[in-house]
């Protein structure tokens, strides 16, 4: 069992920077693969970035790539997303997701464990 808290979240101008940390409770934080998703209002939930167990392999969706960094710390049980350059268009709950075994990491169906999720808006 994993349960995780997101924080970080604000309100930020457009070209400006964010960083939201999930923080995992359990000792098998580490042998999970780790996501970050958003939902924006009228919208389904999209991919925006994903880590595997060791932290090696990060996969990103396009239209946060370069512009965001996910990393994880599993000493401290902890991941990150650094988001910079925000656009009016990344304003979302963000959510932080594990997976114990992930096929299609795009795929939300694919995560067992959720966050509550943690609210970013970026003004234009």
């Known amino acids: 069992q994993v349960q995780l808290v997101e924080s970080g979240g604000g309100l930020v101008q457009a070209g400006g920077s964010l960083r939201l940390s999930c923080a995992a409770s359990?000792?098998?934080?580490?042998?999970?693969?780790m996501g970050w998703f958003r939902q924006a209002p009228g919208k389904e939930r999209e991919f925006v970035a994903g880590?595997?167990?060791?932290?090696?392999?990060?996969y990103y969706a396009d239209s946060v790539k370069g512009r965001f960094i996910i990393s994880r710390d599993n000493g401290k049980n902890l991941m990150s997303l650094q988001m910079n350059i925000l656009k009016p268009e990344d304003t979302a709950v963000y959510y932080c997701?594990?997976?114990?075994?992930?096929?299609?990491?795009?795929?939300?169906?694919?995560?067992?464990?959720w966050g509550q999720g943690t609210q970013v808006t970026v003004s234009s």
């Open positions: 359990g000792r098998t934080f580490g042998r999970h693969f």
């Open positions: 880590i595997s167990w060791s932290g090696v392999s990060t």
């Open positions: 997701a594990a997976a114990q075994v992930v096929g299609r990491v795009q795929e939300a169906s694919n995560y067992d464990y």
